[in-house]
């Protein structure tokens, strides 16, 4: 898989989600980084959370078509989430994941989106 693709879709995979998740939602999870990644032969974006129920990593990786598998990865593996999820459900299918919840995510104003790190820089 070629990087420049890899790269591309991993940045409109953060965009997606900071634009459809409310930043206090994001900012729950305390995010590290973001990085792009290839994961099971598909585009990615890799993420380290340190949520409610969960601290690890979380990989959405680009099914195709606007569509989304999320994985849950630590030390003790990775969990499959979910196949299937358009862009407009990323942020509560990880909010729920990260935070073991089962409440509609709260609504807060949008703020400037988190910046995007490359690991090869």
């Excluded at 994985?71 to 299937?84: M, R």
């Amino acid at each position: 898989m070629e990087k420049d693709y890899v790269l591309r879709a991993a940045d409109t995979i953060r965009d997606q989600l900071v634009a459809v998740t409310p930043i206090g939602v994001i900012r729950s999870w305390h995010i590290d980084k973001f990085v792009a990644m290839e994961y099971k032969g598909m585009a990615a974006l890799r993420f380290h959370v340190n949520g409610e129920a969960f601290s690890g990593n979380v990989i959405v990786a680009l099914e195709g078509q606007d569509c989304y598998g999320v994985y849950l990865q630590n030390y003790s593996g990775t969990k499959h989430v979910k196949d299937g999820v358009y862009f407009m459900e990323l942020g509560e299918v990880i909010d729920r994941a990260v935070k073991n919840r089962t409440g509609k995510i709260c609504r807060m104003k949008p703020e400037a989106p988190v910046p995007f790190h490359d690991p090869k820089e």
